[in-house]
């Protein structure tokens, strides 16, 4: 069994983290001597490497009692609510990738295009996000407080903080656009944080990301302890930033360049340091491919005995096969049940050559000889993915069955390598034609293709697809390629409709929901959702 490296803090720790905020000022001792505040508790490195392991587990897990008992957030089930399931919806079920068949209250206004700011699955998202800023922001401020943060250890553990931050804020202002934001420096207020326009955001979490790669206090590549992030980590929300910026700086491609130029060079620096990709595709979405670190950059720890979810891997394994299915069915996936929910759509598989290792579907409820095409949005028709599974990597199922140990790789190098021929093909000077071909090509060579033929941003935007399909990546591209709201490409039942068709263009942003408009009087629904 893979022994999951990294601790997860007590509830006690939640409970005097949003309780200090607030009598921090006061300097003042409770009358019942049995409560133990901050300065009671932290009192050396392991006490705060536990509540920094808080921060960590906000990508994994609803909260510290069980896949759904007792989660984080009030009013967000524990289920559909953990951050990475959250993500998964917004940024999957939104696109050509992944449809849903539920009936779960608006599930498919999602890949329909035609959600409000009052659906529970946007206003999900967005209280993941910015609880885990608020997590971080407070243990920065509970190191300052109580401990000596210039000491080497902590200023290591302020900056893995930061860089959690960071990767919640580029989620922020990729979907959210003009959002709430407030530092460990804000002080906890009743009011609510103040909202930031999009561009001054970029500015500052870019900034923010290079003081943190410049800093030092970051490990280098693969030196890292299981489960904690390496400086690698924020090179990849700094590229992904920048790769951006026309969207979130509402400038031309050509005014961009000097973003593409960034890209470029943090690319290339992730590929010195990823040099040669893992050698099977497969072994990256398997129980074991926290073994994979000659690739997978940062992977949030899933573990079925652990790290108990019903988001994370578990969610992506388990939609993908139907319930009751033959035995050896499931046996396929190394799952003891499914819960027949996730789709593809035909477009997207279409994408796929013959003989691309990377085309890992199946007739939905495992027979392949059900048509493609999905006639209507129900788990009968069409075919669904079985690229992530519950195996490891010599295909034999996890000891481990009703939850799935397959770690979520967040951020891989070969998204750094395609983001490097982007980023050339975008027109930036610090990469040649000659290494944007080499790392594209490492790409498809890994697949069982050839090289590439179709070297354009129309190319590239497929082969993004094909290789990073279920990680979380494709409504940003599909909105930085124009495609994700105009007629230039249709997908089934995209804007609702069975031949798909063109949506407002107000899309391209998800609202802020109208739960926080109405208790923060600072914000404004941003300008599209007016």
Request: aromatic share 12%.
């Amino acid at each position: 069994m893979k022994i999951k490296r990294i601790s997860y803090i007590a509830a006690a720790f939640l409970a005097f983290a949003g309780l200090s905020s607030c009598v921090g000022d006061l300097n003042v001792k409770p009358i019942d001597e049995s409560v133990q505040l901050p300065e009671d508790v932290l009192q050396g490195e392991s006490e705060f490497l536990a509540l920094l392991a808080k921060c960590y587990q906000g990508l994994a897990v609803s909260g510290s009692d069980g896949p759904d008992g007792s989660p984080d957030i009030d009013g967000i089930d524990g289920g559909f609510g953990q951050y990475l399931r959250a993500l998964y919806y917004m940024q999957e079920l939104t696109t050509d990738e992944a449809l849903i068949t539920w009936n779960d209250q608006t599930v498919k206004d999602l890949h329909g295009l035609r959600y409000s700011s009052s659906d529970v699955f946007i206003s999900a998202m967005y209280s993941r996000i910015f609880y885990q800023i608020s997590i971080c922001n407070e243990f920065i401020r509970q190191v300052n407080a109580y401990a000596d943060p210039d000491k080497a250890v902590y200023k290591e553990m302020i900056a893995e903080a930061r860089a959690l931050r960071a990767l919640s804020l580029l989620h922020a202002i990729d979907m959210f656009g003009d959002v709430p934001f407030s530092t460990e420096n804000d002080k906890v207020s009743s009011e609510g944080p103040k909202q930031m326009k999009r561009a001054d955001l970029f500015e500052w979490l870019d900034n923010e990301c290079e003081d943190l790669i410049s800093g030092g206090n970051l490990k280098g590549a693969r030196q890292a302890q299981y489960g904690r992030l390496d400086v690698n980590f924020v090179k990849m929300i700094r590229a992904k930033l920048n790769l951006n910026a026309a969207v979130y700086l509402g400038i031309s491609e050509s005014a961009a360049k000097q973003y593409y130029d960034v890209v470029g060079t943090l690319c290339k620096e992730i590929k010195n340091d990823y040099p040669v990709l893992h050698g099977k595709y497969t072994d990256l979405f398997c129980a074991d491919n926290d073994q994979c670190t000659d690739e997978i950059i940062f992977g949030v720890p899933q573990d079925g005995v652990n790290i108990q979810t019903y988001g994370g891997t578990t969610f992506i394994v388990k939609s993908a096969y139907k319930g009751g299915n033959a035995a050896f069915v499931l046996a396929d996936a190394g799952i003891d049940d499914g819960w027949g929910g996730l789709l593809v759509t035909p477009e997207f598989m279409d994408k796929f050559d013959e003989g691309d290792v990377r085309s890992l579907f199946q007739g939905a409820d495992g027979d392949s000889s059900v048509p493609k095409d999905i006639e209507k949005i129900d788990f009968s028709y069409g075919w669904s993915s079985y690229k992530f599974t519950n195996l490891h990597s010599d295909g034999t199922p996890h000891e481990v069955i009703n939850f799935v140990s397959t770690d979520f790789p967040l951020f891989r190098a070969a998204d750094a390598y395609l983001m490097l021929a982007e980023a050339a093909l975008r027109g930036a000077s610090t990469v040649t034609e000659a290494d944007a071909r080499a790392a594209w090509n490492a790409v498809r060579t890994r697949a069982g293709l050839g090289s590439v033929t179709d070297y354009s941003l129309d190319g590239l935007i497929d082969e993004r697809g094909r290789e990073l399909y279920w990680e979380c990546w494709r409504r940003s591209d599909l909105v930085r390629f124009n495609l994700l709201t105009t007629g230039d490409y249709l997908w089934r039942w995209k804007g609702g409709s069975y031949e798909g068709n063109s949506v407002d263009s107000k899309f391209n942003l998800m609202p802020i929901p109208v739960s926080d408009l109405n208790s923060n009087s600072n914000l404004e629904q941003n300008d599209a959702w007016k």
